[in-house]
């Protein structure tokens, strides 16, 4: 079924942050695309800014197959505790996965036949800074970096930080590139309030090594998922997590009540923690669905176009 719009009606797509919910950005776009909608302008913040890259790269096959295969174990180990306290992931593993699986380093963002935006937060202005040309991995390693688990990026005499933490579903990013039209995929619309689940207690290991590696995996477990007492406080990673999760969904509904995008995506994602990247089948499998509940509205907003 293809859709009756105008070809030179120019269709934005804003795909928002919320780190491994954001697998579900590529349900989204491969149902989008079965029904005829292709977009031409892709915009993302934090992961939307990483899932977004490698559509318009063409490595969107490539991506989902990897992430589809991969283990809780080979998630922990894109994370390490560095000795000077600047971030827990693992830089160099990060970029050779970024350089395998999302664009090639030395790719411009205006070599593509589509146009690409990314967002990134200026740490010391807290402005947005939107990359729109140049590095794509710059573009996308800028937009991604969660504060408390990246160290912050350099870039043109600015430290930068993710951009979830000003502009969580890019709209805004759309209609600048010249979209008529935006469709916005929000991660944070059911999130807040949803985690408070009550975890098995796991035996306590020695070593700092294996004290790490249970952190990764009470961080990459669903968020707050205590273990211990009703009184003992949440480790640090829950802390963060839960503090970025009740921020960017905060943020989203006020950016999205001021610039609405013209169709508006929510996939069911509470479920999924904050840093469980091994579960993308699911969150796919919820992306292409999210699509199918909205093909009326879909529809009808495109026809009248």
Known sequence: M???????????????????RGWAHIGVIKALAEQGVVPGIICG?????LVGAAH??????????????????????????????????NTSRLHSFLH????????????????FGSV????????????????????????????????AIRHENRWLVDGGL??????SVCRALGADVVIAVNLNGDIVGKHFVKARKEKKKN???????????????PLFSFSGEEDEPPGLFDAIAGSVNIAQERITRSRLAGDPPDILLSPKLSHIG?????????????????????LPEIEHVLGAM
């Not at 009606?9 to 795909?15: N, Q, T």
């Not at 000003?166 to 709209?171: D, I, L, R, S, T």
């Not at 070593?207 to 477990?221: D, I, P």
Request: proline share 3%; hydrophobic share 45%.
């Open 2 to 20: 293809g859709m009756n719009h105008g070809s030179d009606m120019k269709i934005g797509l804003a795909l928002g942050s919320g780190s491994s």
């Open 45 to 49: 913040t934090s992961i939307g800014a």
């Open 56 to 89: 318009v790269a063409g490595n969107l096959e490539k991506l989902e197959s990897w992430i589809c295969s991969l283990s809780k174990f080979e998630t922990a180990s894109f994370f390490e505790l560095n000795t000077s306290f600047s971030g827990f992931v």
């Open 100 to 115: 395998e699986y999302v664009a090639d380093e030395r790719a411009l963002i205006e070599d593509y036949p589509l146009q």
């Open 120 to 151: 990134a937060t200026d740490l010391e202005s807290g402005r947005e800074v939107w990359f729109t040309r140049g590095s794509m991995l710059e573009a996308v390693w800028a937009s991604i970096s969660l504060p408390g688990l990246f160290p």
């Open 166 to 171: 000003v502009n969580p579903v890019p709209v």
């Open 207 to 221: 070593g700092v090594a294996e004290a790490f590696t249970n952190l990764v995996k009470e961080y990459a477990g």
């Open 274 to 294: 904050l840093l469980e990247f091994f579960r993308a089948g699911e969150a796919i499998a919820e992306g292409k669905k999210c699509v199918q509940r909205m």
